[in-house]
T-cell receptor
């Protein structure tokens, strides 16, 4: 049984560019949450998707957007990248919005 | 809003030493409490959890007890191993729909042989 998978593993972009990160949830999970983890800090909640809709959102600007597909996989899009967007982006899936969250290995984004 | 405070790291111990990592929280209700572990270069793994007051979560020799009166969820292990070296995160789980997980800043543990 595959766990949560994310792609790509690493990414380098320049300021002003746009990026798309992808996540496939654990089998049987229908909810995907995205987190940003800056170096040396705990994960910060970005948003959560359930039934293809954004259900909750943390304190992140509109440059951060997402999507959930009918197969429950999800994308995180970040527009107009800033240096401060450099971080590890974690995807977590769960069975329902309040279920235990299982994390993927993350995508490390570096903005130059 | 809800928040989690953890003891600052890094924590450095010798193999077989006793481990305590303190965690206290602020919450308006009675959330579930979690400990996650992050090994170098990896994502977070659920270590243990407790869903109500006085519950004890345990896994792989680690344990933590949900103390409502002191709003704490301290992580303990009687004898640490080198392989326990990682960053440990305390977290609040959502109590109601519309809430989300809140993580502490993490505590780095280094265990020396």
């Amino acid at each position: 049984d595959a766990g949560v998978t994310q792609s790509p593993t690493h990414l380098i972009k320049t300021r002003g560019q746009q990026v798309t990160l992808r996540c496939s949830p654990k089998s049987g999970h229908d909810t995907v949450s995205w987190y940003q983890q800056a170096l040396g800090q705990g994960p910060q909640f970005i948003f959560q998707y359930y039934e293809e809709e954004e259900r909750q959102r943390g304190n992140f600007p509109d440059r951060f957007s997402g999507h959930q597909f009918p197969n429950y996989s999800s994308e995180l899009n970040v527009n107009a990248l800033l240096l401060g967007d450099s971080a590890l982006y974690l995807c977590a899936s769960s069975p329902g919005q309040r279920g235990n969250q299982y994390f993927g290995p993350g995508t490390r984004l570096l903005v130059l | 809003g809800d928040s989690v405070t953890q003891m600052e790291g890094p924590v450095t111990l010798s193999e077989e030493a006793f481990l305590t990592i303190n965690c206290t929280y602020t919450a308006t209700g009675y959330p579930s409490l979690f400990w996650y572990v992050q090994y170098p270069g990896e994502g977070l793994q659920l270590l243990l959890k407790a869903t109500k007051a006085d519950d004890k979560g345990s896994n792989k020799g680690f344990e933590a007890t949900y103390r409502k009166e002191t709003t704490s969820f301290h992580l303990e292990k009687g004898s640490v191993q080198v392989s326990d070296s990682a960053v440990y995160f305390c977290a609040l789980g959502p109590e109601n729909y519309g809430q989300n997980f809140v993580f502490g800043p993490g505590t780095r543990l280094s265990v020396l042989p």
